[in-house]
Protein backbone atom coordinates (compact mmCIF):
# COMPACT_ATOMS: atom_id res chain seq x y z
CA UNK A 1 0.00 0.00 0.00
CA UNK A 2 2.58 2.15 0.57
CA UNK A 3 4.54 1.94 -3.03
CA UNK A 4 0.66 2.31 -4.62
CA UNK A 5 0.15 6.02 -2.37
CA UNK A 6 3.40 7.18 -2.76
CA UNK A 7 2.56 6.25 -6.94
CA UNK A 8 -1.04 7.79 -6.54
CA UNK A 9 0.38 11.01 -5.24
CA UNK A 10 3.12 11.41 -7.73
CA UNK A 11 0.58 10.78 -10.63
CA UNK A 12 -1.27 13.85 -9.38
CA UNK A 13 0.03 17.77 -11.03
CA UNK A 14 1.95 19.24 -9.15
CA UNK A 15 3.15 16.88 -6.78
CA UNK A 16 6.77 15.86 -6.31
CA UNK A 17 7.46 12.71 -4.09
CA UNK A 18 10.75 11.88 -2.08
CA UNK A 19 10.39 8.12 -1.21
CA UNK A 20 12.78 6.44 1.83
CA UNK A 21 13.43 2.85 3.18
CA UNK A 22 14.98 1.58 5.62
CA UNK A 23 16.14 -1.12 3.04
CA UNK A 24 17.68 1.17 -0.09
CA UNK A 25 17.21 -2.21 -2.22
CA UNK A 26 13.50 -1.76 -2.08
CA UNK A 27 13.40 2.18 -2.90
CA UNK A 28 15.87 1.41 -5.88
CA UNK A 29 13.74 -1.21 -7.18
CA UNK A 30 10.35 0.97 -6.57
CA UNK A 31 12.28 3.87 -8.93
CA UNK A 32 13.27 1.12 -11.77
CA UNK A 33 9.76 -0.74 -11.97
CA UNK A 34 8.14 3.24 -11.82
CA UNK A 35 10.41 5.52 -13.54
CA UNK A 36 7.27 7.59 -14.91
CA UNK A 37 6.34 8.49 -11.25
CA UNK A 38 9.69 10.40 -11.43
CA UNK A 39 10.52 10.02 -7.08
CA UNK A 40 13.19 11.32 -5.00
CA UNK A 41 15.23 8.71 -4.03
CA UNK A 42 16.82 9.18 -0.24
CA UNK A 43 19.44 6.74 1.47
CA UNK A 44 18.55 7.94 5.08
CA UNK A 45 16.46 10.23 6.88
CA UNK A 46 18.67 13.33 6.41
CA UNK A 47 18.69 13.16 2.75
CA UNK A 48 14.55 12.49 2.91
CA UNK A 49 14.28 15.77 4.76
CA UNK A 50 16.53 17.40 2.75
CA UNK A 51 14.93 16.48 -0.37
CA UNK A 52 10.82 18.21 0.88
CA UNK A 53 9.88 21.64 0.78
CA UNK A 54 8.47 23.40 3.93
CA UNK A 55 6.82 22.45 5.60
CA UNK A 56 7.52 19.08 4.97
CA UNK A 57 5.01 16.42 4.46
CA UNK A 58 5.78 12.91 5.39
CA UNK A 59 3.49 9.98 5.15
CA UNK A 60 4.51 6.68 7.29
CA UNK A 61 3.37 3.34 5.87
CA UNK A 62 5.23 0.74 8.09
CA UNK A 63 3.80 -1.92 10.86
CA UNK A 64 1.66 -1.06 13.40
CA UNK A 65 3.24 -0.76 17.13
CA UNK A 66 7.48 -0.12 17.95
CA UNK A 67 7.99 0.13 14.50
CA UNK A 68 5.67 3.05 13.88
CA UNK A 69 7.55 4.91 17.14
CA UNK A 70 11.00 4.32 15.62
CA UNK A 71 10.29 6.00 12.30
CA UNK A 72 8.78 8.84 14.24
CA UNK A 73 11.29 9.12 16.39
CA UNK A 74 13.84 9.18 13.61
CA UNK A 75 11.84 11.80 11.42
CA UNK A 76 11.33 14.42 14.74
CA UNK A 77 15.67 13.89 14.69
CA UNK A 78 15.40 15.70 11.13
CA UNK A 79 12.13 17.75 11.00
CA UNK A 80 11.61 21.16 12.45
CA UNK A 81 8.29 22.87 14.11
CA UNK A 82 5.42 23.34 11.40
CA UNK A 83 6.34 20.20 9.32
CA UNK A 84 3.94 16.92 9.54
CA UNK A 85 3.97 13.43 10.43
CA UNK A 86 1.22 11.11 8.64
CA UNK A 87 0.71 7.66 10.24
CA UNK A 88 -1.18 6.09 7.77
CA UNK A 89 -1.09 2.27 8.87
CA UNK A 90 -3.75 0.72 11.21
CA UNK A 91 -2.71 1.97 14.59
CA UNK A 92 -4.28 1.71 18.15
CA UNK A 93 -6.02 4.80 18.20
CA UNK A 94 -5.09 5.45 21.88
CA UNK A 95 -1.67 4.92 20.65
CA UNK A 96 -1.91 7.99 18.57
CA UNK A 97 -3.40 10.06 21.24
CA UNK A 98 0.00 9.34 23.09
CA UNK A 99 2.48 9.85 19.75
CA UNK A 100 0.23 13.11 19.19
CA UNK A 101 0.70 14.76 22.59
CA UNK A 102 4.60 13.93 22.68
CA UNK A 103 5.11 14.76 18.87
CA UNK A 104 2.70 18.60 19.77
CA UNK A 105 5.68 19.31 22.29
CA UNK A 106 8.29 19.56 19.42
CA UNK A 107 6.32 21.77 17.39
CA UNK A 108 6.08 19.05 14.31
CA UNK A 109 2.05 18.30 13.84
CA UNK A 110 1.48 14.47 13.97
CA UNK A 111 -1.68 13.00 11.94
CA UNK A 112 -3.08 9.59 12.52
CA UNK A 113 -5.19 8.90 8.94
CA UNK A 114 -6.78 6.24 8.53
CA UNK A 115 -6.37 4.51 4.60
CA UNK A 116 -8.82 2.56 2.94
CA UNK A 117 -9.05 0.55 0.30
CA UNK A 118 -6.08 -1.79 -0.13
CA UNK A 119 -3.63 -1.70 -2.60
CA UNK A 120 -6.09 -0.95 -5.07
CA UNK A 121 -7.67 1.74 -3.41
CA UNK A 122 -3.82 3.70 -2.67
CA UNK A 123 -3.03 3.82 -6.23
CA UNK A 124 -6.53 4.67 -7.91
CA UNK A 125 -7.87 6.57 -4.98
CA UNK A 126 -8.42 5.56 -1.19
CA UNK A 127 -11.19 6.98 1.25
CA UNK A 128 -8.92 8.57 3.97
CA UNK A 129 -9.84 9.33 7.71
CA UNK A 130 -7.28 12.19 8.89
CA UNK A 131 -6.84 12.91 12.51
CA UNK A 132 -4.87 15.60 13.43
CA UNK A 133 -4.56 19.60 14.38
CA UNK A 134 -6.66 22.09 12.82
CA UNK A 135 -3.45 23.68 11.67
CA UNK A 136 -2.28 20.81 9.78
CA UNK A 137 -5.44 19.88 7.65
CA UNK A 138 -4.65 23.61 6.17
CA UNK A 139 -2.00 22.38 4.87
CA UNK A 140 -2.76 18.50 3.85
CA UNK A 141 -6.64 19.37 2.49
CA UNK A 142 -5.43 20.28 -0.77
CA UNK A 143 -3.04 16.93 -1.38
CA UNK A 144 -5.49 14.88 0.76
CA UNK A 145 -7.88 15.62 -1.74
CA UNK A 146 -5.79 15.44 -4.59
CA UNK A 147 -4.98 11.24 -4.30
CA UNK A 148 -8.54 10.33 -2.17
CA UNK A 149 -11.46 8.33 -4.30
CA UNK A 150 -14.06 10.61 -5.64
CA UNK A 151 -18.02 9.79 -5.00
CA UNK A 152 -20.85 11.48 -7.01
CA UNK A 153 -18.10 14.31 -7.44
CA UNK A 154 -16.73 14.37 -3.97
CA UNK A 155 -13.37 13.76 -2.30
CA UNK A 156 -13.50 10.83 0.31
CA UNK A 157 -11.57 12.37 2.93
CA UNK A 158 -12.54 14.68 5.21
CA UNK A 159 -11.11 16.08 8.69
CA UNK A 160 -12.41 13.76 10.81
CA UNK A 161 -11.25 15.41 14.32
CA UNK A 162 -8.29 15.96 16.81
CA UNK A 163 -5.70 13.71 17.69
CA UNK A 164 -6.62 9.88 17.34
CA UNK A 165 -10.01 10.71 15.76
CA UNK A 166 -8.77 9.88 12.31
CA UNK A 167 -8.22 6.03 13.59
CA UNK A 168 -10.70 5.58 15.77
CA UNK A 169 -13.10 5.78 12.81
CA UNK A 170 -10.85 3.89 10.90
CA UNK A 171 -10.79 0.73 13.68
CA UNK A 172 -14.53 1.06 13.00
CA UNK A 173 -14.96 0.77 9.33
CA UNK A 174 -12.77 -2.35 9.79
CA UNK A 175 -15.07 -3.45 12.53
CA UNK A 176 -18.13 -2.95 9.97
CA UNK A 177 -16.33 -4.47 7.88
CA UNK A 178 -15.78 -7.78 9.67
CA UNK A 179 -19.46 -7.73 10.07
CA UNK A 180 -20.27 -7.66 6.78
CA UNK A 181 -17.96 -9.54 5.35
CA UNK A 182 -19.05 -12.51 8.01
CA UNK A 183 -23.03 -12.01 7.24
CA UNK A 184 -21.78 -12.39 3.58
CA UNK A 185 -20.21 -15.59 4.44
CA UNK A 186 -23.41 -16.60 6.21
CA UNK A 187 -25.69 -16.21 3.13
CA UNK A 188 -23.36 -17.79 1.06
CA UNK A 189 -23.83 -21.02 3.26
CA UNK A 190 -27.42 -20.97 3.87
CA UNK A 191 -27.86 -20.52 -0.10
CA UNK A 192 -25.23 -23.48 -0.82
CA UNK A 193 -26.29 -25.67 1.46
CA UNK A 194 -30.51 -25.01 0.89
CA UNK A 195 -30.38 -25.20 -2.63
CA UNK A 196 -27.81 -27.27 -3.81
CA UNK A 197 -26.41 -24.35 -6.07
CA UNK A 198 -22.89 -24.54 -7.16
CA UNK A 199 -20.60 -21.37 -6.25
CA UNK A 200 -20.65 -20.34 -9.63
CA UNK A 201 -24.74 -20.30 -9.65
CA UNK A 202 -24.65 -18.31 -6.21
CA UNK A 203 -22.41 -16.22 -8.17
CA UNK A 204 -24.96 -14.89 -10.24
CA UNK A 205 -26.82 -14.75 -7.22
CA UNK A 206 -24.48 -12.05 -6.14
CA UNK A 207 -24.14 -10.24 -9.09
CA UNK A 208 -28.10 -10.06 -9.19
CA UNK A 209 -28.03 -8.51 -5.88
CA UNK A 210 -25.19 -5.89 -6.26
CA UNK A 211 -27.66 -4.51 -8.90
CA UNK A 212 -30.46 -3.76 -6.27
CA UNK A 213 -30.27 -2.21 -2.50
CA UNK A 214 -27.44 -4.54 -1.44
CA UNK A 215 -25.05 -3.40 -4.27
CA UNK A 216 -21.54 -2.34 -2.42
CA UNK A 217 -17.93 -3.49 -3.20
CA UNK A 218 -17.91 -6.52 -1.07
CA UNK A 219 -20.84 -8.19 -2.66
CA UNK A 220 -19.05 -7.41 -6.44
CA UNK A 221 -15.73 -8.86 -5.65
CA UNK A 222 -18.07 -11.91 -3.47
CA UNK A 223 -19.55 -12.98 -6.77
CA UNK A 224 -15.92 -12.68 -8.71
CA UNK A 225 -14.33 -15.01 -5.65
CA UNK A 226 -17.39 -17.50 -6.14
CA UNK A 227 -16.91 -17.51 -10.10
CA UNK A 228 -13.06 -18.63 -9.67
CA UNK A 229 -11.72 -21.94 -10.34
CA UNK A 230 -8.57 -23.35 -9.19
CA UNK A 231 -6.19 -23.85 -12.05
CA UNK A 232 -4.88 -26.98 -10.22
CA UNK A 233 -7.64 -28.98 -9.38
CA UNK A 234 -10.54 -27.26 -11.91
CA UNK A 235 -12.48 -27.12 -8.08
CA UNK A 236 -14.34 -23.85 -7.06
CA UNK A 237 -11.59 -22.17 -5.57
CA UNK A 238 -13.44 -21.71 -2.59
CA UNK A 239 -13.61 -25.28 -1.88
CA UNK A 240 -9.86 -25.23 -2.04
CA UNK A 241 -9.30 -22.53 0.41
CA UNK A 242 -8.64 -23.79 4.01
CA UNK A 243 -11.71 -22.57 6.13
CA UNK A 244 -9.94 -20.28 8.36
CA UNK A 245 -10.25 -16.87 8.60
CA UNK A 246 -7.48 -14.36 9.35
CA UNK A 247 -7.80 -10.80 11.14
CA UNK A 248 -5.10 -8.58 12.10
CA UNK A 249 -6.41 -6.70 14.92
CA UNK A 250 -9.35 -3.93 14.00
CA UNK A 251 -12.08 -6.31 14.90
CA UNK A 252 -10.89 -7.17 18.14
CA UNK A 253 -9.46 -3.58 18.75
CA UNK A 254 -13.37 -2.44 17.64
CA UNK A 255 -14.90 -4.93 19.90
CA UNK A 256 -12.97 -4.00 23.36
CA UNK A 257 -13.70 -0.48 22.54
CA UNK A 258 -17.01 -0.93 22.23
CA UNK A 259 -16.82 -2.96 25.80
CA UNK A 260 -15.05 0.29 27.17
CA UNK A 261 -17.33 2.57 26.29
CA UNK A 262 -20.54 0.52 27.25
CA UNK A 263 -21.70 0.22 23.57
CA UNK A 264 -22.70 -2.67 22.32
CA UNK A 265 -21.88 -4.47 18.89
CA UNK A 266 -22.67 -7.35 19.18
CA UNK A 267 -23.32 -7.69 15.34
CA UNK A 268 -19.09 -6.99 14.90
CA UNK A 269 -18.08 -8.94 18.13
CA UNK A 270 -19.75 -12.33 16.68
CA UNK A 271 -18.11 -12.01 13.04
CA UNK A 272 -14.82 -11.40 15.43
CA UNK A 273 -15.34 -14.27 17.09
CA UNK A 274 -16.23 -16.36 14.40
CA UNK A 275 -13.53 -15.45 12.39
CA UNK A 276 -11.35 -17.05 16.11
CA UNK A 277 -13.59 -19.74 15.97
CA UNK A 278 -12.87 -21.03 12.66
CA UNK A 279 -8.57 -20.75 13.03
CA UNK A 280 -8.98 -23.29 16.25
CA UNK A 281 -8.80 -26.32 13.58
CA UNK A 282 -7.65 -28.40 16.97
CA UNK A 283 -11.01 -27.71 18.48
CA UNK A 284 -12.80 -28.44 15.47
CA UNK A 285 -11.34 -31.62 14.84
CA UNK A 286 -12.09 -33.33 18.15
CA UNK A 287 -15.73 -31.60 18.12
CA UNK A 288 -17.25 -33.77 15.81
CA UNK A 289 -18.38 -36.57 18.87
CA UNK A 290 -20.80 -33.71 19.77
CA UNK A 291 -24.20 -34.46 19.59
CA UNK A 292 -26.90 -32.92 17.05
CA UNK A 293 -30.47 -33.03 17.08
CA UNK A 294 -30.28 -30.65 13.76
CA UNK A 295 -32.24 -31.57 10.57
CA UNK A 296 -30.78 -31.42 7.23
CA UNK A 297 -32.59 -28.24 6.00
CA UNK A 298 -35.50 -28.85 2.86
CA UNK A 299 -36.35 -25.92 0.67
CA UNK A 300 -39.65 -25.88 -1.54
CA UNK A 301 -39.06 -23.44 -3.54
CA UNK A 302 -35.42 -21.82 -3.77
CA UNK A 303 -36.16 -18.66 -5.24
CA UNK A 304 -38.29 -17.69 -2.06
CA UNK A 305 -35.83 -18.73 0.43
CA UNK A 306 -32.88 -16.95 -1.44
CA UNK A 307 -35.09 -13.77 -1.20
CA UNK A 308 -35.27 -14.33 2.46
CA UNK A 309 -31.76 -14.81 2.55
CA UNK A 310 -31.44 -11.39 0.87
CA UNK A 311 -33.83 -9.42 3.21
CA UNK A 312 -32.27 -10.77 6.14
CA UNK A 313 -28.71 -10.18 4.41
CA UNK A 314 -29.67 -6.53 4.26
CA UNK A 315 -31.83 -6.35 8.09
CA UNK A 316 -28.07 -7.38 9.42
CA UNK A 317 -25.93 -5.13 7.06
CA UNK A 318 -28.20 -2.72 8.77
CA UNK A 319 -27.44 -3.56 12.38
CA UNK A 320 -23.67 -3.69 11.42
CA UNK A 321 -23.44 -0.05 10.23
CA UNK A 322 -25.73 1.02 13.00
CA UNK A 323 -23.77 -0.49 15.99
CA UNK A 324 -20.56 1.14 14.43
CA UNK A 325 -22.11 4.59 14.01
CA UNK A 326 -23.22 4.15 17.66
CA UNK A 327 -19.68 3.51 18.86
CA UNK A 328 -18.35 6.30 16.89
CA UNK A 329 -20.67 8.56 18.39
CA UNK A 330 -20.21 7.34 21.95
CA UNK A 331 -16.13 7.77 21.15
CA UNK A 332 -16.72 10.65 20.13
CA UNK A 333 -18.62 11.69 23.45
CA UNK A 334 -15.74 10.39 25.14
CA UNK A 335 -12.81 11.71 23.85
CA UNK A 336 -14.44 15.19 23.16
CA UNK A 337 -13.94 14.72 19.36
CA UNK A 338 -16.64 16.74 16.88
CA UNK A 339 -17.27 13.87 14.55
CA UNK A 340 -19.69 14.67 12.02
CA UNK A 341 -21.43 11.22 11.36
CA UNK A 342 -23.00 12.74 7.85
CA UNK A 343 -19.38 13.55 6.69
CA UNK A 344 -18.07 10.07 7.70
CA UNK A 345 -20.97 7.99 5.97
CA UNK A 346 -20.02 10.43 2.88
CA UNK A 347 -16.23 9.69 2.30
CA UNK A 348 -16.96 5.89 2.61
CA UNK A 349 -18.85 6.11 -0.18
CA UNK A 350 -15.66 5.72 -2.58
CA UNK A 351 -12.46 3.93 -2.41
CA UNK A 352 -12.70 1.70 0.64
CA UNK A 353 -13.94 -2.01 1.46
CA UNK A 354 -17.46 -1.02 3.07
CA UNK A 355 -17.90 1.38 0.19
CA UNK A 356 -22.08 0.37 -0.51
CA UNK A 357 -25.13 1.85 -2.22
CA UNK A 358 -26.90 2.67 1.38
CA UNK A 359 -24.39 4.67 2.74
CA UNK A 360 -26.33 7.98 1.13
CA UNK A 361 -28.86 6.96 3.32
CA UNK A 362 -27.02 7.06 6.19
CA UNK A 363 -25.79 10.72 5.24
CA UNK A 364 -29.21 11.67 4.70
CA UNK A 365 -30.24 10.24 7.94
CA UNK A 366 -27.63 12.40 9.87
CA UNK A 367 -28.39 15.31 7.88
CA UNK A 368 -31.90 15.37 8.26
CA UNK A 369 -31.96 17.45 11.78
CA UNK A 370 -33.28 14.44 13.38
CA UNK A 371 -31.65 13.66 16.60
CA UNK A 372 -30.69 10.05 15.78
CA UNK A 373 -28.86 8.40 18.84
CA UNK A 374 -29.83 5.29 16.83
CA UNK A 375 -28.84 5.22 13.36
CA UNK A 376 -31.71 2.30 11.99
CA UNK A 377 -34.60 4.14 13.92
CA UNK A 378 -34.49 6.70 10.99
CA UNK A 379 -37.31 6.41 8.81
CA UNK A 380 -35.84 4.59 5.50
CA UNK A 381 -34.08 2.00 8.29
CA UNK A 382 -37.00 1.19 9.62
CA UNK A 383 -39.35 1.00 6.94
CA UNK A 384 -36.61 -1.37 5.62
CA UNK A 385 -36.32 -3.66 8.49
CA UNK A 386 -40.15 -3.78 8.27
CA UNK A 387 -40.11 -5.48 5.14
CA UNK A 388 -37.44 -7.47 5.95
CA UNK A 389 -38.31 -8.13 8.90
CA UNK A 390 -40.36 -11.75 8.93
CA UNK A 391 -37.49 -13.21 6.09
CA UNK A 392 -35.21 -12.32 8.98
CA UNK A 393 -36.64 -14.93 11.55
CA UNK A 394 -37.25 -17.11 8.27
CA UNK A 395 -33.95 -17.25 7.71
CA UNK A 396 -32.37 -17.67 11.54
CA UNK A 397 -35.05 -19.94 12.83
CA UNK A 398 -34.08 -22.49 9.99
CA UNK A 399 -30.62 -21.81 10.22
CA UNK A 400 -30.89 -23.19 14.04
CA UNK A 401 -33.42 -26.02 13.29
CA UNK A 402 -30.36 -27.43 10.87
CA UNK A 403 -27.41 -27.21 12.76
CA UNK A 404 -25.75 -24.40 10.39
CA UNK A 405 -23.66 -21.67 12.14
CA UNK A 406 -25.05 -18.26 11.56
CA UNK A 407 -23.86 -16.52 14.31
CA UNK A 408 -23.99 -12.55 12.69
CA UNK A 409 -27.59 -13.04 11.61
CA UNK A 410 -28.83 -14.48 15.13
CA UNK A 411 -26.84 -11.83 17.05
CA UNK A 412 -28.19 -8.90 14.57
CA UNK A 413 -31.70 -10.34 15.59
CA UNK A 414 -31.28 -10.52 18.89
CA UNK A 415 -30.14 -6.97 19.44
CA UNK A 416 -32.97 -5.81 17.22
CA UNK A 417 -35.31 -7.18 19.71
CA UNK A 418 -33.66 -6.44 22.35
CA UNK A 419 -33.48 -2.73 21.65
CA UNK A 420 -37.01 -2.68 20.69
CA UNK A 421 -38.20 -4.84 24.35
CA UNK A 422 -40.55 -2.80 26.35
CA UNK A 423 -38.83 -4.74 29.52
CA UNK A 424 -35.87 -6.87 29.54
CA UNK A 425 -34.81 -9.38 31.64
CA UNK A 426 -31.94 -7.28 33.42
CA UNK A 427 -34.10 -6.42 36.52
CA UNK A 428 -33.63 -9.83 37.21
CA UNK A 429 -29.82 -9.87 36.89
CA UNK A 430 -29.61 -6.44 39.20
CA UNK A 431 -31.95 -8.51 41.88
CA UNK A 432 -29.38 -10.96 41.61
CA UNK A 433 -26.28 -8.28 41.35
CA UNK A 434 -27.74 -6.84 44.76
CA UNK A 435 -28.41 -10.44 46.77
CA UNK A 436 -24.68 -11.50 46.11
CA UNK A 437 -22.81 -7.77 46.20
CA UNK A 438 -25.31 -4.91 47.90
CA UNK A 439 -24.77 -3.52 44.50
CA UNK A 440 -28.45 -1.52 44.69
CA UNK A 441 -30.80 -1.05 41.92
CA UNK A 442 -33.36 1.80 41.21
CA UNK A 443 -37.30 1.04 41.26
CA UNK A 444 -39.56 1.57 38.86
CA UNK A 445 -42.50 3.29 41.12
CA UNK A 446 -40.02 6.17 42.99
CA UNK A 447 -36.56 7.82 42.11
CA UNK A 448 -33.49 6.54 44.19
CA UNK A 449 -31.19 4.15 44.54
CA UNK A 450 -31.72 0.63 46.87
CA UNK A 451 -30.60 -2.19 48.42
CA UNK A 452 -32.68 -5.29 49.60
CA UNK A 453 -31.99 -6.40 53.18
CA UNK A 454 -32.11 -10.07 52.06
CA UNK A 455 -32.70 -12.59 54.44
CA UNK A 456 -33.09 -16.30 54.47
CA UNK A 457 -36.99 -15.69 55.04
CA UNK A 458 -38.12 -14.38 51.98
CA UNK A 459 -40.88 -13.27 53.39
CA UNK A 460 -39.23 -10.68 55.67
CA UNK A 461 -36.76 -8.38 53.04
CA UNK A 462 -37.25 -4.53 53.69
CA UNK A 463 -35.58 -2.06 50.89
CA UNK A 464 -33.64 0.96 52.25
CA UNK A 465 -33.26 3.75 50.35
CA UNK A 466 -29.19 4.14 50.08
CA UNK A 467 -29.41 8.02 49.61
Not at 57 to 85: C, H, N, Q
Not at 116 to 138: F, N, Q, R, T, V
Not at 445 to 454: A, E, M, N, Q, S
Request: glycine letters at 10%.
Amino acid sequence: MGSNLARNLASREGNTVAVFNRSYEKTADLIETHPEAGFIPAKDYAEFAASLQTPRTAIIMVKAGRPTDAVIESLLEVFEPGDIIIDGGNALFTDTIRREHAVRETGVHFVGMGVSGGEEGALKGPSLMPGGSDESWITLGPILRSIAAVAEGEPCVTHVGHDGAGHFVKMVHNGIEYADMQLIAEAYDLIRRGTGKTPAEIADVFAEWNTGELESYLIEITAEVLRQVDAATGQPLVDVIVDEAGAKGTGAWTVQTALNLGTPVSGIAEATFARSLSSHREQRDVAGVLPSSAEPLTIDDDAAFIEDVRLALYASKIVAYSQGFDEIRAGAAEYDWNIDLGEIAKIWRGGCIIRAQFLNRITDAYRSGEDLPVLMTAPYFVEALERAQAAWRRVVVAATQSGIPAPAFSSSLAYYDGLRAERLPAALIQGQRDFFGAHTYRRTDKPGTFHTLWSADRSEVEAEDTH
